[in-house]
């Protein structure tokens, strides 16, 4: 059964700073991976949507990673604002059964 | 405006009670989504739905049932037999079964 985990499960940084989010998944037959942001209360925003045939994904200051073969993907936030914070989520995509990490909740400081 | 539209966004129910919650979507998508979000955890798949007419069980489907009659519409009934059914709830559609997931703003659901 795929297992996908996202470490840390909180990071709190302040403004301006680069940092990554970490998605690791058990098993490498997937279609695709997604990144969504998620606001308190509210339903998911897609990010960036990374093809099993592609290594990365571009976005503003967004850039999402996929290695399928150590089963990783990172999500690199660039002068990160205080209007990033929010819990990001992952997803490894399958034929209709997708599998989701718990998230990565960030804050960033003033 | 294209979009995902769910209803309500709060729900109250006392326990033992049948509850229908709506999904609409305006993408001309062929695949829709269930999933339901507990509070600090990611989401899991309750249902499933390719194309109009068929849907699949996803990962917790007990105490839930589905209907696809339209291509736009795919409601999700919470049933007396769904043993903890309070939770937040999400509707989501795709082009295809592998494609980009949009979602809905969600229903919250209490039951007492």
């Known amino acids: 059964k795929q297992e996908v985990t996202q470490i840390p499960a909180a990071l709190s940084v302040p403004e301006g700073e680069n940092l990554v989010l970490n998605c690791s998944f058990t098993?490498?037959?997937?279609?695709?991976l997604q990144w969504f942001r998620q606001d308190p209360g509210k339903g998911l925003t897609s990010l960036l949507l990374?093809?099993?045939?592609?290594r990365e994904q571009t976005s503003g200051r967004l850039n999402a990673s996929l290695d399928k073969s150590s089963g990783r993907s990172t999500l690199y936030i660039a002068a990160s604002q205080p209007g990033d914070s929010a819990t990001y989520l992952c997803?490894?995509?399958?034929?209709?059964?997708?599998?989701f990490g718990d998230g990565t909740t960030l804050t960033v400081k003033p | 405006d294209g979009g995902i539209t769910q209803s309500p966004k709060y729900l109250f129910r006392k326990e033992g009670q049948n509850v229908t919650l709506s999904c609409e979507q305006n993408?001309?998508?062929?695949?829709m989504y269930w999933y339901r979000q507990d509070p600090g955890q990611g989401l899991r798949l309750i249902y499933y739905?390719?194309?109009?007419?068929?849907?699949q069980k996803g990962d917790i489907a007990e105490g839930y049932s589905v209907s696809r009659e339209k291509k736009e519409s795919f409601p999700l009934t919470v049933t007396s037999a769904q043993k903890n059914p309070t939770a937040f709830y999400l509707c989501?559609?795709?082009?295809?079964?592998?494609?980009?997931?949009?979602f809905g703003p969600g229903t919250r659901l209490t039951v007492t």
């Open positions: 989501a559609s795709s082009i295809g079964l592998t494609g980009e997931q949009y």
């Open positions: 098993d490498s037959a997937i279609y695709n």
């Open positions: 990374i093809q099993s045939s592609q």
């Open positions: 997803a490894v995509i399958l034929a209709g059964k997708s599998t």
């Open positions: 993408l001309n998508h062929d695949a």
């Open positions: 739905s390719q194309i109009v007419n068929d849907f």
